[in-house]
């Protein structure tokens, strides 16, 4: 079983800036991807960007030009550092790992994924 927990969420105003954090324990294998994905009231989740364990990565449209991905192995963490954030980001944020390193194709699909955080949500208000 492995445990996520994400961190981090909040209310801020428009134009201002976030960062993420998701904690991975219990029993993590050495191959892996994690993912952030978010949803908003009344639509389907949406992945904003996965990172496999050999650090091959994947930034969804989502999450091009203002939000990074990243990861610290030594902690087990996923972050997410999302900028210049807008009311349309508004949406609970998901993390999610898969055990086994995804190829890229799949990384975008949250079925590949056995196991979710709680999630955090983020507000952005104009």
């Known amino acids: 079983q492995v445990h996520l927990v994400e961190s981090g969420g909040g209310s801020v105003q428009a134009g201002g800036s976030l960062r993420l954090s998701c904690v991975a324990s219990?029993?993590?294998?050495?191959?892996?991807?994690m993912a952030w994905f978010r949803q908003s009231p009344g639509k389907e989740p949406e992945v904003i960007v996965a990172?496999?364990?050999?650090?091959?990565?994947t930034l969804a449209n989502s999450g091009k030009g203002l939000f990074a991905g990243s990861k610290d192995n030594a902690k087990n963490t996923l972050y997410l550092q999302m900028d210049s954030l807008q009311p349309d980001d508004t949406a609970m944020y998901y993390c999610?790992?898969?055990?086994?390193?995804?190829?890229?194709?799949?990384?975008?699909?949250?079925?590949?994924?056995?196991?979710w955080g709680q999630g955090t949500q983020v507000t952005v208000s104009s």
């Open positions: 999610a790992l898969s055990r086994r390193a995804l190829p890229g194709y799949e990384r975008e699909h949250q079925d590949e994924y056995e196991y």
């Open positions: 990172i496999n364990s050999n650090g091959d990565s």
């Open positions: 219990g029993d993590t294998t050495a191959s892996y991807s």
